[in-house]
């Protein structure tokens, strides 16, 4: 069983940033891929970004804004977001995979605000 606690979200104007964090409860080279999601009102989760052997791959919709990175020795994934938009408006989720498991985070809130 994976453990993950994020941080981070809040109300931010359009074009500021944030940064999200996720803690994981295990070492972090024990799980297979780790990244975020985000869902909108009324709309599916969707992928940001996720790093996965080392690449990471991200969303059309927020390539070039956004950089997922990691803290290996605090077990901690973190998102940087810039040039926010109001589209970016979400509950984002920390996600881990391990083999065929799947742990999510409780979520965070982002509201960008125009």
């Known amino acids: 069983q994976v453990q993950l606690v994020e941080s981070g979200g809040g109300l931010v104007q359009a074009g500021g940033s944030l940064r999200l964090s996720c803690a994981a409860s295990q070492d972090i080279f024990s799980i297979d891929a780790m990244g975020w999601f985000r869902q909108a009102p009324g709309k599916q989760r969707e992928l940001v970004a996720v790093?996965?052997?080392?690449?990471?791959n991200y969303a059309d919709s927020v390539k070039g804004r956004f950089t997922l990175s990691t803290d290996n020795a605090k077990n901690t994934v973190y998102l940087q977001m810039h040039s926010l938009k109001p589209e970016d408006t979400a509950v984002y989720y920390c996600?881990?995979?391990?083999?065929?498991?799947?742990?999510w985070g409780q979520g965070t809130q982002v509201t960008v605000s125009s």
């Open positions: 790093s996965v052997g080392g690449s990471v």
């Open positions: 996600n881990a995979r391990r083999r065929l498991n799947f742990y």
